[in-house]
């Protein structure tokens, strides 16, 4: 598993000299905060390289439905920036 540290760009780049490289995207607090980072685990678990997550915003009329729809989820069950990292976080911690 890729985190951003210190490092974090040589890691990076270091992926994409492999070739192709998986980075899923996912909305943190969605479905709720824990099976999110259930899924991002799974996500790792599953061969991807890196993993973009998504911080719920009130108002993302540049994504599509189904991202809004998530987004709008997870704000309804109360994720935040905060606890965004804090799932970031716990990640990088497993």
């Keep these: 598993m890729t985190v951003i540290n210190n490092r ?3 890691a990076i780049e270091s992926a994409f000299e492999r070739g192709k490289i998986l980075i899923p995207y996912l909305v943190a607090g969605f479905p709720d905060e824990k099976s999110s980072l259930e899924c991002m685990k799974a996500a ?3 061969g991807a390289d890196m993993l973009e ?4 915003f009130s ?3 540049a994504d599509g ?3 809004q729809h998530a987004q709008d989820r997870a704000l309804r069950n109360g994720m935040t920036l905060r606890k965004t ?3 970031a976080a716990d990640l990088a911690a497993d």
């Design 53 to 56: 997550i998504g911080v719920p």
């Design 65 to 67: 439905a189904v991202i």
């Design 44 to 46: 790792f678990n599953a």
């Design 85 to 87: 990292l804090r799932l």
């Design 59 to 61: 108002d993302p009329i």
């Design 8 to 10: 974090g760009v040589s």
